[in-house]
């Protein structure tokens, strides 16, 4: 039986630990949405000159002090110190923006791929990172001022909207002139200089407050949420990953893939021309050399050619039946004509442990044929494993696909759960390891949580180049 899982899934995060994700329900939020959001920005707005002075300070001081001592050498050193300083104070910028509401800002790659991590490399590579030196400048000069700017812009909005709403409360306290008229020069006595001896002038100039301080908090969220992207774009821009090191980042990651890929390929038909070898081709060769003696005999021994007759009879009848086995460890007939959903169905009623059934996805949805045959081999593997070696007693298999905001990407998550004792592990040319180069090859990732006692999850991610967001369930 098919049943629907809340929108609340588990996947892998970049650590390979276990996550749980939130999609989503809209991305344009409207005014209610904006005003909902500022409790946020205006504590991220409020906070910005404090974190800004400090970081100033702190970076400044250090800075400049490695600068002045650089003709002994130690100079450099404070230097590094400034510059691991100024990458920390970026990355809590860069925590706070998303505190705020904000889509996460991907930081660069630190490490140098294909460099060894040596302690010299540790302590003076910081010397020849551009990022480094960005996160300096943004910490030192750029933070501050837009921060002064922003902070000083959320103040005064603030504090008029604020106030003008509050007036009619506490204007009473400001000292009065002989003409009734407040002794400070207010809005009215600047707006409507002719009024002054004209009816009450304390109303007036409640009315007057009133309408701007209702004008100023009306557009509250739109400053606030102005500012908030004000300092996302420099953030992204100065903090951010550069996105040539996306491309080469992909280029790495489709190299990786592609290398996978021919790996699990080569090792899928080397075991099929082992199985075809000690299989089929050997029940071939024992038909051949029964027909060769039923032809000797047949004349001679007439009972005798009826028996190996009915032996090679036999023997075909077995070889069809392996081959038939090998064409649908190819592709199965159930998932070329049903889908994937019906193929795991069939799949889990085959097993020999219960299997319960969790699918979010659309009852006729098709993905693209590699992905479904991978997702049914993958989860075929896993089924088997569960039941060689995990001794549970019941197996939950999820089926869902996962939106990712940040990237508006699609994943196709599934995972295989058993209360089984647990204990597996990634280990080179096992089970598990053939997987995840499967994974490699369409780019997806392998997760692996088995705890000693279990239980056990593995999930195997997969990413779709096109979107499918009617298939996604949300509550």
């Known amino acids: 039986m098919t049943t629907t899982t809340p929108a609340t899934i588990p996947h892998s995060g970049e650590s390979g630990s276990l996550e749980t994700v939130q999609i989503p329900l809209s991305k344009n939020p409207g005014y209610r949405g904006l005003w909902r959001s500022v409790p946020r920005e205006l504590g991220f707005l409020l906070l910005a000159l404090p974190v800004a002075v400090i970081a100033l300070s702190v970076l400044s001081t250090v800075f400049f002090t490695g600068v002045g001592m650089v003709a002994i050498f130690v100079g450099l050193f404070v230097i590094v110190a400034a510059l691991y300083a100024a990458r920390g104070f970026g990355l809590v910028e860069l925590t706070r923006l998303r505190w705020a509401g904000q889509p996460a800002i991907r ?51 603030l ?8 007036f009619w409360l506490w204007g009473w306290s400001i000292p009065q002139g002989q003409e009734g008229a407040t002794g400070l020069l207010g809005l009215g006595e600047v707006i409507l200089p002719g009024t002054q001896g004209v009816g ?13 301080g209702l004008a100023f908090l009306a ?28 491309l080469t980042r992909e280029v790495a990651d489709l190299s990786a893939s592609r290398g996978a890929a021919v790996v699990a390929e080569d090792r899928g038909l080397r075991r099929l021309e082992r199985d075809i070898h000690d299989g089929p081709q050997q029940r071939l060769v024992r038909l051949q050399m029964d027909l ?45 004509d049903r889908g994937l959903t019906v193929a795991l169905e069939s799949l889990a009623a085959r097993s020999t442990i219960p299997v319960a059934l969790e699918f979010q996805l659309e009852p006729g949805l098709r993905l693209p044929s590699e992905i479904e045959r991978s997702v049914y081999f993958i989860a075929a593997e896993l089924l088997t494993n569960a039941a060689k070696h995990s001794r549970a007693s019941g197996i939950r298999l999820h089926l869902a696909l996962r939106r990712v905001p940040d990237d508006d990407s699609t994943w196709l998550d599934l995972w295989v759960i058993d209360n089984g004792i647990g204990g597996a592990v990634l280990t080179e040319s096992h089970g598990l390891c053939g997987l995840d180069e499967r994974l490699r090859g369409l780019r997806g990732l392998l997760s692996i949580d088995s705890p000693a006692g279990g239980p056990t999850n593995v999930g195997a991610h997969i990413p779709l180049a096109e979107t499918l967001p009617g298939s996604i369930v949300v509550s």
């Open 292 to 336: 060769a003696s039923a032809e000797r005999k047949l004349d001679t021994d007439p009972a005798a050619v009826r028996a190996l007759l009915a032996e090679a009879r036999e023997q075909a009848h077995d070889t069809l039946e392996e081959l038939r086995a090998l064409s649908r460890g190819l592709v199965p007939p159930i998932l070329q």
């Open 159 to 166: 504090s008029i909207a604020l106030g003008g709403v509050s």
């Open 219 to 246: 557009t509250l969220p739109y400053v606030t949420r102005g500012l908030v992207l004000v300092h996302r774009f420099i953030g992204q821009g100065m903090l951010g990953a550069w996105r040539s090191e996306a």
């Open 200 to 212: 009450n002038p304390y109303l007036v100039e409640s009315l007057l407050e009133l309408a701007f």
């Open 107 to 157: 930081p660069p790659r630190w490490e140098r791929d294909g460099q060894p991590v040596t302690p010299l490399r540790t302590l003076l590579g910081p010397l020849v990172g551009g990022h480094y030196w960005l996160y300096l400048l943004h910490g030192m000069v750029v933070n501050f001022v837009i921060s002064l700017v922003s902070w000083t812009v959320t103040v005064v909005w």
